[in-house]
């Protein structure tokens, strides 16, 4: 059974870049099959898509966040990341990371997530 | 791309069915048969219900099902038991390797 697990700095400054890292065990990222995902929700809101990344080479990203995010992967540790560049407190949500079965089109396994605060 | 459209909030009594509604456009929901559905817990992290309109992964009990009509979606619980209290997401491949999810809905056992 694949395990998501989300790690990074829970408070973000204005203007500043957020950066999380998603490790995952139980399963490859490299395997076929996968996109890797970044999904997040607003406080008490629903879930926005942000992009996801298959097999460290292909990447796509939300078209509304594509200028401010980058998805990448690290095959060695098993884990994929996420930066995300002048945030606002609209960034502040709880991100998850994910994966999302190519085939079916949907997400299959989702880590716990995630709260990072933009915050002065 | 624009979020699905959901309701804000259903209810049912235990053992009624409900039905929740998930309206896109030709270009999402109407145009691929690639809508999901997941259940979210308070404070958990959401689950699969439902996938390609109409399939449910193993485990999710019966009483779950999907349908799709032109660019909506819909996501039947029957015989509503106190467990299925959660907000409901729809999901919809939008074309080009694009996802969009819906605003979500409560669904309230009564």
């Known amino acids: 059974q694949v395990q998501l697990q989300e790690s990074g700095p829970g408070l973000v400054k204005p203007s500043q870049t957020l950066s999380l890292t998603c490790t995952v065990s139980g399963g490859s990222i490299s395997s076929s099959g996968y996109y890797w995902s970044w999904i997040r929700q607003h406080p008490g809101k629903g879930l926005e898509w942000i992009g996801y990344?298959?097999?460290?080479?292909?990447?796509y990203y939300n078209p509304s966040l594509k200028s401010r995010v980058t998805i990448s992967g690290d095959t060695s540790k098993n884990q994929f990341s996420l930066r995300l560049t002048s945030v606002t407190a609209a960034d502040t949500a709880v991100y998850y990371c994910a994966r999302h079965e190519i085939d079916i089109v949907a997400t299959t396994d989702w880590g716990q997530g995630t709260l990072v605060t933009v915050s002065s | 791309q624009s979020a699905l459209t959901q309701p804000p909030s259903a209810s049912g009594s235990p053992g009624q069915s409900v039905t929740i509604s998930c309206s896109g456009t030709?270009?999402?929901?109407?145009?691929?048969?690639?809508v999901s559905w997941y259940q979210q817990h308070p404070g958990k992290a959401p689950k699969l219900m439902i996938y390609?309109?109409?399939k449910r992964p193993s485990g999710v009990p019966g009483r779950f099902s999907g349908s799709k009509s032109g660019n909506t979606a819909s996501l039947t619980v029957s015989g509503l038991q106190a467990e299925d209290e959660a907000v409901y997401y729809c999901s919809s491949y939008a074309g080009s390797n694009n996802l969009v999810f819906g605003g979500g809905t409560k669904l309230t056992v009564l």
């Open positions: 990344i298959y097999n460290s080479g292909s990447i």
């Open positions: 030709s270009s999402d929901v109407g145009g691929y048969n690639y």
């Open positions: 390609e309109v109409l």
